[in-house]
């Protein structure tokens, strides 16, 4: 109600991701460098991990001028199949298994070892894009243009703000049926307005 009263035509509702959270940061159109939260106070660089996810574009030829700057929002994320089989191989060799995947995706990540963290098959999901080149009128927008780019993005769902709280509620209750069919690790829902 809110929202609707300060003119939001509609907002977004997406999965919280329970990843390790991190920053990529591309310069004339490759991928320059990734950056975690770390302490909150303090980041820390990742660019070596960055280079070592599977689906995670290092480069965006043709898509802008020579000065264009962007950077990516993100969870980094093992996704539940490679989680599980990367504890039956540390099983094997006689080793404590990873306690969760969020946990086992931090740690991975802080390593310089390249040849660990392609055994991780790390994942990245990105739900928002910060530019100083590209306009953007809803977050809608953004999350369009990261798949277009070749990101893969963060389930959502576009909903008007004249919505009931009964069409809400069914709303959750749809994305609850889907939480453990999505291959990764979720904790909640976020909710933000979709017009910039």
Same mark, same amino acid.
Do not use: C
């Given at each position: 109600? !809110?929202?609707?009263?300060?003119?939001? !035509?509609?907002?977004?509702?997406?999965? !919280?991701?329970?990843?390790?959270?991190?920053?990529?940061?591309?310069?004339?159109?490759?991928?320059?460098?990734?950056?975690?939260?770390?302490?909150?106070?303090?980041?820390?660089?990742?660019?070596?991990?960055?280079?070592?996810?599977?689906?995670?574009?290092?480069?965006?030829?043709?898509?802008?001028?020579?000065?264009?700057?962007?950077?990516?929002?993100?969870?980094?994320?093992?996704?539940?199949?490679?989680?599980?089989?990367?504890?039956?191989?540390?099983?094997? !060799?006689?080793?404590?298994?990873?306690?969760?995947?969020?946990?086992?995706?931090?740690?991975?990540?802080?390593?310089?070892?390249?040849?660990?963290?392609?055994?991780?098959?790390?994942?990245?999901?990105?739900?928002?894009?910060?530019?100083?080149?590209?306009?953007?009128?809803?977050?809608?927008?953004?999350?369009?243009?990261?798949?277009?780019?070749?990101?893969?993005?963060?389930?959502?769902?576009?909903?008007?703000?004249?919505?009931?709280?009964?069409?809400?509620?069914?709303?959750?209750?749809?994305?609850?049926?889907?939480?453990?069919?999505?291959?990764?690790?979720?904790?909640?829902?976020?909710?933000?307005?979709?017009?910039?």
């Amino acid at each position: 109600q !809110k929202w609707k009263a300060a003119g939001a !035509k509609s907002f977004i509702v997406m999965w !919280k991701i329970d990843g390790s959270s991190s920053a990529y940061r591309y310069r004339n159109e490759v991928l320059a460098q990734v950056l975690t939260r770390h302490t909150g106070e303090y980041g820390k660089d990742l660019t070596v991990t960055g280079y070592q996810i599977e689906n995670l574009p290092k480069s965006i030829a043709g898509s802008f001028s020579k000065d264009d700057r962007f950077e990516v929002r993100g969870e980094m994320v093992i996704r539940e199949e490679d989680f599980n089989r990367i504890n039956q191989e540390r099983e094997a !060799k006689g080793l404590d298994p990873y306690q969760n995947a969020r946990n086992a995706a931090a740690g991975v990540s802080q390593t310089k070892d390249a040849e660990k963290i392609r055994d991780l098959h790390l994942s990245m999901i990105a739900y928002d894009v910060l530019s100083q080149d590209v306009d953007f009128a809803t977050h809608e927008e953004k999350l369009i243009w990261l798949e277009d780019q070749g990101f893969t993005t963060v389930e959502y769902t576009q909903v008007p703000t004249s919505s009931s709280i009964d069409q809400i509620i069914e709303l959750f209750a749809e994305f609850e049926k889907r939480r453990f069919q999505l291959g990764y690790e979720v904790d909640g829902l976020v909710a933000m307005v979709n017009e910039m």
